[in-house]
């Protein structure tokens, strides 16, 4: 499975951004796809993840503010980003699991929110 991410890029704090993931490849189901993002010199961290039957669940720091959803056809998820924070800057990547395939990683795209 390929992962790339697009739709990082400098906000303003209070602004909004909307993170893509496109999935190619030999995708399995069921499956969860997920985001984690990445400051230096910090361990990765969950944001939020969707399952196959669109289950969803967000680390506490975003709930309320992010919005996790996915568009199967075109094997997209997608990770709308509301009321940025100062600290929400960092590197966002996607995720995509499957119990028989594993993990797979994409790049990453860099979300840097100004004051």
């Known amino acids: 499975v390929q992962l790339v991410e697009s739709g990082g890029g400098l906000v303003q704090a209070g602004g909004s951004l909307t993170l893509s993931c496109a999935a190619s490849g030999t995708i399995l189901r069921p499956n969860r796809m997920g985001w984690y993002r990445q400051t230096p010199g910090k361990q990765r961290e969950w944001v939020a993840h969707?399952?196959?039957?669109?289950?969803?669940d967000y680390a506490d720091s975003v709930k309320g503010r992010f919005t996790i959803s996915r568009d199967d056809t075109s094997h997209i998820v997608y990770l709308q980003m509301n009321s940025l924070k100062r600290e929400d800057t960092a590197t966002y990547y996607c995720n995509h699991w499957t119990a028989l395939g594993g993990t797979y990683w994409g790049k990453g795209t860099l979300v840097t929110v100004s004051s």
């Open positions: 969707i399952s196959s039957d669109r289950n969803t």
